[in-house]
């Protein structure tokens, strides 16, 4: 008898989730929680944060929703 694997949990890799103030577009001024993820690969001469580029933690979209929720802020 065959056995149904049980199904993956997704995850996304999470270098940091912080609360700011937003600094672009048409909500710049507003608080603003960002969650940067890893492994961006443009590589613009102009990132601040490459840092970001392999370090991070995999973690759930619930548990990533839970976190940011935490801060009780509506824009993300």
């Known amino acids: ?3 149904i694997p049980e199904p993956r949990t997704k995850t ?3 270098n ?3 609360h700011s103030i937003q600094g672009e577009s048409t909500w ?3 608080p ?3 969650v940067r ?3 961006c690969d443009l590589r613009c001469n102009y ?3 490459a840092y970001a580029f392999y370090e991070g933690e995999k973690k759930t979209v619930p548990d990533i929703v839970e976190e940011v929720l935490k801060f009780n802020c ?3």
Do not use: N, R, S
Request: hydrophobic share 50%.
């Open 1 to 3: 008898m065959k056995t």
């Open 12 to 14: 996304l890799t999470v």
């Open 16 to 18: 940091e989730i912080y």
């Open 28 to 30: 710049a001024g507003l």
């Open 32 to 34: 603003c929680v960002f």
């Open 37 to 39: 993820l890893t492994f």
């Open 47 to 49: 990132c601040d944060t």
């Open 74 to 76: 509506p824009l993300v």
